[in-house]
């Protein structure tokens, strides 16, 4: 059963925060990661976002691993965290309704932008492989 599974058969937020707390399909949640998303699952919604310099400061990690821990989080285990690079900026669990589909519509954006990017790059490369080629073969046939 997938997120947006839960999300769907949810009848409040209350049913939604505990489906999204309770998977127990995915792989436990240990090191770095265990120590982040227990600080995490303490600031439900938005209004309790935290940012990655007090998550550093209060956990002892760098900020680049509280990065990278999040990143697992969502990934592997699936969890609902969502973010704001606004003023505050932070991490939040995503336990509304309307926080979940906020997450979903920004990972969904981010992704399209990722993929308009590498397409651009693709393109580039393509176009300077044939003109590499082509120069290597006017050089040896002059």
């Not at 940012?51 to 969890?79: Q, W, Y």
């Not at 973010?83 to 995503?94: E, F, M, N």
Request: glycine share 6%; proline share 1%; aromatic share 6%.
């Amino acid at each position: 059963m997938n997120q947006n599974s839960l999300f769907l058969q949810a009848q409040d937020d209350h049913e939604l925060d505990d489906q999204i707390l309770s998977r127990s399909d995915l792989p436990v949640i240990c090191g770095d990661d265990q120590i982040v998303w227990n600080e995490i699952r303490r600031h439900r919604g938005k209004d309790a976002i935290i940012s990655a310099a007090d998550l550093s400061l209060k956990l002892g990690l760098s900020e680049r691993n509280i990065r990278t821990a999040i990143n697992n989080l969502r990934n592997i285990h699936k969890k609902m965290i969502g973010s704001s690079c606004g003023k505050p900026s932070g991490y939040y669990l995503a336990v509304a309704s309307g926080e979940v589909e906020e997450c979903i519509a920004f990972f969904h954006n981010v992704g399209i932008q990722n993929l308009k990017i590498s397409y651009g790059m693709l393109k580039i490369c393509k176009r300077d492989f044939i003109d590499h080629i082509t120069l290597n073969l006017e050089e040896q046939l002059t």
